[in-house]
């Protein structure tokens, strides 16, 4: 086996370092420090993830982000790259520390807007879709109504729910809820309506009461499928939410977008698409957490 240090990730971040060092830079700001504890920060993690037995996919992500950073890097200190419509990266990442106050109000405002939306569609999606999953006329009754309404996009509604709306808060409340809703209602009656029969049929020997059968016996029996998806959810959520904001925000990770875009300062806008990344990815990271906390099985 090849020493740790020769793979062709560490060679590539090594290189990366030659490059910053030596190569002439078109920087806006003096100093890389940003740009350069990005790089250190993505070194350490795949140094990490190649210590946890995942050499392969560490390896190979590794290398495409590296070059990917690398023909950036190079491309803009080449002035091969419109210096506005693609900032060099040092510029960008510069971008966290500059507009860091603004970019965590930004974060807080987004996620406090997304928690508190996908709580209520939750909610009312998991405890519809368990009544009327549970009770097949209603279930016959409900259901062809929402297949015709679930596949309208939640964005196509946004500039009409914003403008009747009386607050912005609560648009993007409805269109959040809008979007993950139908999803959530749709799968939790199929769950419901196909459950194993010989579960029910062993509840209604012991003569359990509906409500213990609805929250005791069922509810948890979908519990697995319910936290499963949430990880698509909170995507959704935050797709629509962003999209939202683009249009009449005066807060969030859409409105630190829009704002710079309207200026033309890429540098920022980039930045913001990058942040999205982060976000998505961390709150991707904590749901599979508590699935694997909350649900040993899955």
Not at 104 to 123: F, H, K, T
Not at 192 to 207: F, K, L, T
Request: hydrophobic fraction near 55%; glycine fraction near 6%; proline fraction near 6%.
């Amino acid at each position: 086996m090849k020493p740790l240090i020769f793979n062709r990730v560490n060679l590539l971040f090594l290189a990366l370092l030659a490059v910053v060092c030596f190569l002439p830079s078109r920087r806006e700001i003096d100093g890389a420090v940003p740009y350069l504890v990005v790089l250190g920060l993505s070194e350490l993690l795949f140094l990490v993830q190649y210590g946890r037995s995942r050499k392969k996919s560490a390896l190979d992500v590794g290398t495409i982000a590296f070059l990917i950073l690398g023909f950036w890097d190079v491309m803009s200190r080449l002035n091969l790259t419109n210096p506005v419509l693609v900032p060099p990266p040092e510029n960008v990442f510069f971008v966290f520390v500059d507009q860091r106050v603004l970019m965590l109000q930004s974060v807080a405002s987004s996620l406090r807007l997304m928690l508190i939306s996908v709580g209520i569609a939750l909610v009312l999606g998991v405890g519809l879709g368990l009544f009327v999953g549970w009770l097949p006329r209603l279930r016959g009754a409900v259901m062809p109504i929402a297949h015709v309404i679930s596949p309208i996009p939640a964005l196509v509604t946004t500039p009409y729910i914003v403008a009747i709306m009386p607050t912005f808060q609560a648009a993007s409340v409805f269109v959040i809820c809008f979007s993950v809703f139908f999803p959530t209602f749709q799968s939790m009656v199929q769950r419901v309506a196909s459950i194993d029969r010989r579960i029910i049929q062993s509840a209604e020997v012991m003569n359990v009461s509906t409500p213990t059968m609805l929250f005791k016996i069922i509810l948890p029996s979908c519990l697995p499928g319910i936290l499963s998806g949430l990880t698509g959810t909170m995507r959704v959520a935050l797709l629509c939410l962003s999209g939202a904001e683009l249009l009449g925000a005066k807060s969030g990770l859409g409105y630190f977008v829009k704002k710079f875009s309207d200026y033309a300062n890429y540098t920022q806008v980039i930045a913001g698409i990058i942040l999205m990344g982060i976000v998505v990815t961390v709150l991707t990271m904590l749901i599979e957490l508590l699935q694997r906390r909350a649900i040993r099985w899955l």
